[in-house]
Structure formats: C-alpha cells, structure tokens
C-alpha cells in the first residue's frame, strides 16, 4: 500500500524537484556503495595482521606491518574526507549554492564593466570563484594527508613553505589553461549552430593533444626538476630496449620527485616519432637522494647541480632510507610501460576518450534546451552554458559516468596484465617479478584485498596475482 502511494506521490512532484531529488539521491547512494566497500577493506586491514603463508617469501613482517597501517590512516582520512565532500556537495545544493555563486559572479562582473550580456565573462568569474573554493575548503585535507599520514609514515619530503608555494603555483597554472580553454569552448557552443556539439568535441580534442604534447616539456618543469639521464649503462640498455622494440626514443629524462614525495614512477610520453621516457629519482636505486648516505651529502651534491631555495627546503626533510630499482628491474619496469605503446593500449584509451567525449557533448545538445535541468538547480530565468554543462556533465551523467568508470577499470587491469605479459617475452620476468616487490614495499602497498574492492577500485590488478602470472616464466 505504502509503495503505490509514494508512487503516486512521486508523479505528481514537479519534473525539476523529482531531477533535484534523484540527483541527490543517486550521490548519496554512490557515497554508501563506496562507504561499504571501503569498510570491507579496512576490516582486512584489521584482521590481516600476519604475512599470509603465500606472502612468506615475499615481504617480512615488518614491512607487513608498516604497510598495514599506513593503508589503515590512509582508509581512515579518506572515509571522513569522503563524508565531508559529500555534506559539502549535498549543503551547497540544497541552499541554492550553484546560482547563489553564478549571482556574485553577475555583480562582479557588472562592476567591472560588463553586464548581463557578456555571460562567457560571467562565466570565467564563476569558474574562479569555484576553484577558489575548492581550493581552499580542501587545504586543510590536503596540509593534514601531506604533513600527518604522508610524514608519519615516512613518504612526505616538502616543508611548508614547498607546500604552499607549490600549491599557489599550481592553481595559477590551471587558471591560465582552465579560464582561455573555457572561454573558448562557451564561444564555439555559443556560435557553432545546431552542430555545435561536433566543433565542442574537435576543439576538446585538440586541447587535450596539444596538453599531452606540451605538458612534459613546458608545464611539468615548472614544479619539478627534469635532467637528462647521464651516460652511462642504463642508459644505453633503455636505448637499446626501444631499438629492439622499434620505439622511437628521443630523450631519457630523470625528475627529482624526492624533493616532493618518496613514491616512485615512470611514464612516456610524446606522439609519433619524438618518444621520450621520464622515470622518478625514486625509482632508481643509483639516483635518488633518498638514498645518499647523509642529507648534507644530498644538500651538497644538488647545489653543484644548480639548486634553489626549493631544493634546499626539501633537502631539510630528507630520509635516510634506502629504496629504488636495480638497473635490471628498471629495465623490467620500461619493458612493462613499452608494452603498452607496442599493443597499443596508448591509442585504443585515447580512441575510448574521444568516443565518450563525443557522446556526451552528443547528449549535452540534446539535453541543454530542457529549461527544467535549470529550474532543478535553481536557474529559473537564465540558462547559461556553462552552468549547463555542469549540470548535465556532473549530475545528469553521474550514473553514466559510475559505469564507465569500472568498465575502464577493468579494461586497465586486462591492459596491465597484458604489458607484463610483453615484458615476460622480453626476457624480464625474473627482474620484473623482483621489481613489482621492492616497488610494492617502497610504496607500502598493501598485498591483501577484499575482493569486491580490488575489483570496483584496482586499475592494477593486485600483486599476488600479478606475480602469479609471472612466475612460471621466472621459474624458467
């Protein structure tokens, strides 16, 4: 009886408040789903306090126990993180935050001269005033994950200082990209017609090449030190390796990631035939200041390399710690990131970002002209493009994007056991199988998961199962 007449109830809610009332419904409904799955996880943080028999050759206890609980503070921080970002989220919608904010950015913008008319100028205050808030309401999480979980458990090489500067550069360079790019896309829905929607896609497109172009070479150096990686053995087996593999290499550079965290990576990028591979100080044993046996040792050796004030304040924080890859397993490491670009993993995520790209500026044309999306969010009067595509690309889309989301998640792992795969046929399963531990361990990776878990959240697949994959060929 009750379920027909909250039915009944439902159909004769206005359309904007049943869109406003399912929007917040299905957030909360993803905030319980991902609630619940990551108390599964931290209940196998809790009970897990042993090295499992299978991981007995793998990693000692205490390295097991290290890795336990900084996965349990990181649990912890991102449950109450996670709880605030969705009262957050949940307060701003239901006190009319959205057109409150599009309302300030209305009077600034009639203060410096430009009215109701000019609504793409309205719309860049808006988008600066939102980050703003971003910004700042989740400085506190990021000064307490930075300076309490990530230094307490011995990964944080920033002082303050680093920190806030790195921060305040951070967000000037995203204003610069974000502000011109978003000006540009409202022009081109603005004026491109009924087939706006494809010139929208062709203009991201060609955004998101040029930035994959350029960020290594003019963005990425304005936060982090690159070098040439210098002469030397590994380097001519890296140069041979993409020889062998007709990858066509142009530079080798190292970034000094010490200076900011202890976690360890490497990628390529590039398109065509000007490849470059950038792997982190961290993650070579020969490299990294983490490993130098006195921090004054580190201290001197960057200010014969030309160091700045930031080195020095990193320098400051150094650890004695030793950590990194053998020039082996960072050749199994390279093998396992080539693998991708020779079966082509690179081009098939690009060619599925640009389909669901094209797909949703397909949907938002389709969906910008119901006037009740607006009126839900309190935008009675006007319909600004922008406001629509946040509306229609955040809220509208959430249950789309939830979908595709774990979809990619387990195209990634297929693509990650693939890449080891391709790097077992080079020869490198033995120091790949080694590499994949000592990473794990420098990163205190935790080797146990709960099922449901690793498969909702795991673009890796989890270790063992990794490691399993490789040990046959290892054994050979």
Not at 56 to 74: A, H, N, P, V
Not at 159 to 178: E, M, N, S
Not at 331 to 343: F, Q, S
Request: glycine fraction near 6%; charge should be negative.
């Amino acid at each position: 009886m009750a379920v027909p007449l909250l039915g009944a109830l439902w159909a004769e809610t206005p359309l904007e408040t049943r869109i406003f009332g399912s929007v917040l419904l299905f957030s909360w409904a993803v905030y319980l789903w991902e609630a619940l799955l990551a108390w599964r996880q931290r209940t196998v943080y809790k009970t897990t306090t042993h090295v499992p028999l299978e991981l007995g050759q793998i990693m000692d206890e205490e390295t097991f126990e290290k890795s336990r609980l900084y996965q349990l503070d990181k649990s912890a921080f991102s449950f109450w993180s996670g709880l605030y970002s969705e009262v957050e989220g949940t307060v701003i919608l239901l006190c009319g935050g959205i057109p409150f904010l599009w309302s300030v950015s209305g009077e600034i913008s009639e203060y410096a001269g430009f009215g109701p008319e000019y609504e793409i100028v309205q719309s860049l205050v808006f988008l600066l005033l939102a980050t703003l808030f971003s910004a700042v309401t989740g400085l506190p999480w990021s000064l307490y994950n930075t300076f309490v979980i990530e230094e307490k458990h011995g990964f944080n090489q920033q002082t303050l200082g680093f920190f806030f500067k790195d921060a305040i550069k951070k967000f000037i360079v995203t204003q610069c990209i974000l502000l011109p790019v978003t000006a540009l896309l409202l022009y081109i829905i603005k004026i491109g017609g009924d087939y706006f929607f494809i010139y929208a896609w062709l203009f991201t497109l060609v955004v998101s090449l040029v930035l994959v172009t350029i960020y290594a070479d003019y963005i990425a150096p304005l936060f982090d030190k690159f070098i040439p990686l210098p002469e030397g053995e590994l380097k001519q087996q890296i140069e041979a390796m993409a020889k062998n593999i007709d990858f066509p290499l142009t530079k080798v550079y190292v970034v000094e990631g010490s200076k900011r965290s202890s976690h360890s990576n490497a990628y390529f990028y590039g398109f065509f035939k000007n490849k470059r591979i950038v792997l982190f100080d961290t993650l070579l044993e020969d490299y990294s200041a983490l490993n130098k046996e006195r921090p004054e040792d580190a201290g001197s050796e960057s200010q014969v390399a030309g160091g700045n004030g930031e080195e020095t304040e990193t320098q400051a924080k150094a650890k004695n710690k030793k950590q990194g890859c053998k020039n082996e397993e960072v050749l199994a490491v390279l093998g396992h990131e080539l693998g991708h670009w020779k079966l082509g993993h690179t081009i098939k995520n690009i060619v599925i970002s640009q389909m669901n790209s094209f797909l949703c500026f397909f949907l938002f044309a389709v969906l910008i002209g119901r006037k009740e999306l607006f009126a839900a969010f309190g935008f009675y009067d006007t319909q600004p493009a922008l406001i629509g595509l946040l509306i229609i690309f955040q809220f509208i889309f959430s249950p789309y994007n939830e979908v595709l989301s774990f979809c990619l998640t387990v195209l990634s792992r297929r693509f990650e056991f693939q890449a080891d795969a391709f790097a077992k046929d080079l020869g490198k399963a033995k120091d790949l199988y080694s590499a994949l531990i000592k990473l794990n361990k420098d990163n205190l990776g935790f080797p146990v998961s709960d099922w449901l878990f690793s498969m909702w959240h795991y673009s890796h697949p989890p270790l063992l199962e990794r490691l399993q994959a490789l040990k046959e060929s290892k054994q050979d």
